[in-house]
């Protein structure tokens, strides 16, 4: 172990982003805000019911405004995700799309090795340096022209086991964005951008403010002028989708928008409303119920507001040998992202590079201007009741096994350290593992579905699949969904195994 002023590092792994320094400044954000992240997080346990705060009508009503949005944010209307790994920053910052997300979150399973390798691969990525070469000796390296570069931190539930601040484990979001800022803002503002970020898994307003003031604080000690740091907010909560004015005015000297999170949504749906039975996933589209009101009054708030409105994400990847099924998977991608920008949206995500010209293609179509933010959508009302509105549809053997098949092998990929993984023809990350275990422990506490019905199905769906950490997915994605109670986040438990297989 080392310990430099009280941060004690659990792993001996040395590398150049942890140096005394930084660590000493991850330490400081720890001390600071650690002990109010931890009662936001206790705060979530005591909520009861659903509706917009009586208590800040006045913003929710008031004309403002956020600050001005830098001009080299002003076009987003391609973004590309991936998480924090080499290749897939070169190949995402290359890939034509206007920004990249490198992801410390969903897409990416914290082993130590893995973030550490995502930090200086960063570091390195802002600097223009980063190369690679395959294990087949392929050379990748940067172009010219790339992508503008936002990081997502991990989101205020988890934490970094690896790092203890006076004795205690800090928290991850913390860590991966003091990190990534300490080492890298100055330099980015010397090139003409700035440090951006994405911010995940919010629940309330309150946790928003939380996020101003890490910001504020981190600027002001590194004499960066505030408002430097640009975010957008990923709306992937059923709470955070009634404090959508409340979330921009907090950071409203920091806001770059929100976003439609829509698998994580629809996980949060479930396990904010465990009574309210959903349809299967695949049922689940953005133009029905819930997620058509959340993403129409995301745009309305937006604009209001003067901020961009992120599209959803399209997982879908190359299907190489059946021309027919791709095809068939372009059309609905092509479908989604034409609703999207003739709802309203700025932008839209894909999470492979070649779906970057057919999105780009159907926003440069219907979108002549860098953003539409002037649309203000004063046609759009949405009720309480509509953000609560369940669609129609059925819950089949069909979804159940998909859900299975998914989740499992999602699991089992994680636990090996991989957290965005190809299966089934579409990108996955632990937002569809989260959604497929809910769904499965929804099915067991309505009595739809035995455990012994599972046990089945999970035989059948997933035989032949054994070695790597496949024994340790099935009991893991058993437990879970036959759990009396509902566990907040799979990423928990899954955590532990992970740095325990690490020691």
């Known amino acids: 172990m080392i310990v430099v002023n009280g941060v004690t590092l659990k792993s001996t792994r040395t590398s150049p982003v942890l140096s005394a320094e930084a660590l000493a400044f991850v330490g400081e954000l720890e001390r600071r805000f650690g002990e109010r992240r931890r009662e936001l997080l206790a705060q979530r346990r005591t909520r009861k019911g659903f509706d917009f705060l009586p208590e800040t009508a006045s913003v929710r009503a008031g004309d403002w405004r956020i600050s001005p949005i830098p001009d080299c944010l002003l076009d987003r209307r391609v973004e590309i995700t991936g998480p924090v790994e080499p290749k897939m920053i070169i190949n995402a910052l290359n890939s034509g799309a206007n920004v990249f997300m490198a992801d410390f979150e969903d897409s990416l399973a914290p082993s130590w090795e893995n973030v550490i390798v995502g930090q200086e691969s960063l570091f390195a990525a802002v600097r223009r340096s980063l190369t690679y070469t395959s294990p087949e000796g392929k050379p990748y390296k940067l172009n010219e022209k790339l992508a503008q570069l936002f990081v997502r931190p991990r989101g205020w539930h988890l934490v970094e086991s690896h790092v203890l601040v006076d004795g205690a484990p800090m928290s991850g979001a913390l860590f991966d964005f003091g990190l990534f800022f300490f080492h890298n803002a100055k330099e980015q503002l010397a090139r003409g951008v700035g440090p951006f970020f994405y911010l995940p898994k919010m629940e309330s307003h309150l946790e928003a403010r939380l996020w101003n003031d890490v910001f504020c604080f981190a600027q002001d000690t590194l004499g960066i002028p505030r408002g430097s740091i640009k975010a957008t907010c990923l709306i992937e909560t059923l709470p955070a989708a009634f404090v959508m004015d409340e979330i921009l005015y907090e950071l409203r000297e920091h806001s770059a928008g929100l976003n439609c999170g829509r698998w994580d949504y629809m996980f949060s749906f479930i396990k904010n409303q465990p009574d309210v039975l959903l349809p299967d996933r695949g049922q689940l589209t953005m133009d029905k119920g819930f997620l058509r009101a959340y993403s129409q009054r995301l745009i309305q708030t937006c604009h209001r507001r003067g901020a961009h409105a992120m599209g959803g994400m399209a997982a879908q990847i190359p299907i190489k040998d059946d021309a027919a099924a791709n095809e068939a998977a372009l059309a609905r991608v092509r479908a989604d992202k034409l609703r999207e ?8 995500w894909v999470a492979h590079p070649a779906l970057v010209p057919l999105a780009k293609t159907i926003f ?18 949405v009720t309480r009741e509509d953000l ?27 636990l090996r350290g991989q957290g965005c993984v190809p299966l089934f023809n579409l990108m996955e990350d ?22 012994e019905r599972l046990d089945q199905v999970m035989g059948e769906e997933l035989q032949g699949l054994s070695g790597g950490q496949f024994s340790e997915a099935r009991t893991l994605f058993r437990a879970l969904s036959t759990a009396e109670t509902f566990e907040e986040f799979l990423t928990v438990p899954a955590y532990q195994r992970l740095i325990a297989a690490e020691s």
Not at 341 to 348: A, L
Not at 365 to 377: D, V
Not at 392 to 402: F, I, P, S
């Open 341 to 348: 920008v003739t709802d309203g949206h700025d932008g839209t």
């Open 364 to 381: 440069d179509e219907h979108l002549k201007t860098p953003n539409q933010i002037s649309r203000q959508r004063d046609d759009v009302v």
């Open 388 to 414: 609560l509105r369940v669609p129609e549809g059925n819950r089949t053997d069909a979804g159940l096994r998909q859900n299975v098949r998914v989740g499992v092998r999602y699991l089992e990929a994680w």
């Open 430 to 451: 632990a937002a569809t593992a989260e959604i497929s275990r809910a769904q499965v422990w929804q099915q067991v506490r309505h009595g739809l579905l035995s455990p």
